[in-house]
């Protein structure tokens, strides 16, 4: 049974910053990442990354204010948030997978329903 926890969200103004973290209870994972859904919304990619290779992706609604990054040592995955803005508010899930897609899953439609294992979900607020 893998899990994948999640830590790091909370609430914050636009213009700050969060680090979240999944641990993984295992390795050898081909692709993680994060994803979000807010109410109503789809569950939309944020920023994945081929493990292996070490190659990030990112949502334009992210680049240049979000950093994937991993250690490899401790199976855990980063996502540090700068620059929060108050459309970046959702739950925030990890996502590990062992199958290598495009981008890692990131855009595309069926993410939720084929990526192998997701986190509970970490609550990012960011108000105005």
């Known amino acids: 049974q893998v899990q994948l926890v999640e830590s790091g969200g909370g609430s914050v103004q636009a213009g700050g910053s969060l680090t979240l973290s999944c641990a993984a209870s295992?390795?050898?994972?081909?692709?993680m990442g994060w994803f979000r859904q807010a109410p109503g919304k789809e569950r939309e990619g944020v920023a994945t990354i081929y493990t292996r290779g070490d190659i990030p992706y990112y949502a334009d609604s992210v680049k240049g204010r979000f950093t994937i990054s991993q250690d490899i040592a401790k199976n855990t995955v980063y996502l540090q948030m700068n620059s929060l803005k108050p459309e970046d508010s959702a739950m925030y899930y990890c996502a590990a997978d062992e199958t290598v897609r495009r981008k890692c899953g990131l855009g595309q439609s069926d993410a939720a329903q084929v990526i192998d294992y997701w986190g509970q979900g970490t609550q990012v607020t960011v108000s105005s």
């Open positions: 295992r390795s050898t994972f081909n692709c």
